[in-house]
Nanobody
Framework: VHLVESGGGLVQAGGSLRLSCAPS????????MGWYRQVPGKERELVAT???????SYPDSVKGRFAISRDRATNTVYLQMNRLKPEDTAMYYC???????????????????????WGQGTQVTVSS
């Protein structure tokens, strides 16, 4: 499975961006999906995750501003980012957990794992 992100760029504080992540290959061998971000010198952090059943989870830092969605026909996942802040500046990575055994519709992504599929990343820069 290959994940290809798009939609990053430069935006002013208060603005919006929408990231997309399109999988290719065995797209239905994917379970939970999500988005992480990382800045140099810091650990990669989860910003949004969505289960195959549609449930979502966000950290407090983005709750109410970011929204993750998923196209079940293609497993394309989107991240709508509103009211962006300079501290949202980071490289954003799409990730997907491989399906192992029976599907758990409530399973979400957690700490970054080498077992996940990863995209190449897309840069988001928010100017003040």
């Amino acid at each position: 499975v290959h994940l290809v992100e798009s939609g990053g760029g430069l935006v002013q504080a208060g603005g919006s961006l929408r990231l997309s992540c399109a999988p290719s290959g065995s797209i239905f061998s994917i379970d939970a999906m999500g988005w992480y971000r990382q800045v140099p010198g810091k650990e990669r952090e989860l910003v949004a995750t969505i289960a195959s059943g549609g449930g979502t989870s966000y950290p407090d830092s983005v709750k109410g501003r970011f929204a993750i969605s998923r196209d079940r026909a293609t497993n394309t996942v989107y991240l709508q980012m509103n009211r962006l802040k300079p501290e949202d500046t980071a490289m954003y990575y799409c990730a997907a957990a491989p399906l192992r055994g029976s599907r758990d519709p409530f399973s979400l992504l957690g700490s970054p794992s080498a077992d996940y599929y990863w995209g190449q990343g897309t840069q988001v820069t928010v100017s003040s």
